[in-house]
């Protein structure tokens, strides 16, 4: 009995490898568009409170991007956003980034509003026109009020 413990436990073993495996393929390729290709940008903020690795970026309320990574950079004390955005955008070097939420109910994103410059960021280049995070009252008043809009 004791063969075949071994040999069920081998079993098991592998099976639970391939599963885990076929996960991590498949968790990688939804963070990826087929056949689309990206570029790494980042961004400094005074605070990346309520921005999460894996959150969406968006333009105009579409997802051109995710943010990959958020640390700490030690000299500064400030965060530092790596994102990553759709290969086909070419984003001006003015653009204005912030972090927040289109709605309420909806998880915090990098939001990005493009800039009139000429020249666009590279791969690799830090973004430097950033907002600090709207916070929750802020969010209340622009969900309420349409960000100030009443002629609607």
């Known amino acids: 009995m004791s063969r075949q413990n071994h040999i069920g436990a081998i079993m098991c ?9 076929g ?8 963070q990826k568009t087929p056949g689309k290709t990206s570029y790494e940008l980042s961004a400094r903020f005074v605070s990346a409170n309520g921005l999460a690795r894996g959150a969406d970026v968006d333009i105009a309320g579409v997802k051109v991007g995710r943010v990959s990574s958020i640390i700490l950079d030690p000299a ?5 956003v790596h994102f990553r ?3 086909a955008l070419r984003l001006p070097t003015d653009s204005t980034l912030t ?4 709605t309420l109910s909806s998880d915090n994103a990098l939001m990005i509003e493009p800039g009139k410059a000429t020249t666009v960021a590279q791969a690799g280049q830090m973004m430097t026109h950033t907002l600090e995070p709207s916070s929750l009252e ?5 969900y309420i009020f349409g960000a100030g809009n009443l002629e609607q």
Request: hydrophobic share 45%; net charge negative; charged share 5%.
């Open 99 to 102: 972090i927040g939420s289109s």
């Open 76 to 80: 500064s004390q400030m965060a530092i």
């Open 138 to 142: 802020q969010q209340v008043s622009n």
């Open 23 to 30: 996960f991590g393929l498949y968790a990688t390729n939804t």
């Open 85 to 87: 955005l759709d290969g």
């Open 13 to 21: 073993s592998t099976l639970v490898l391939a599963a885990a495996t």
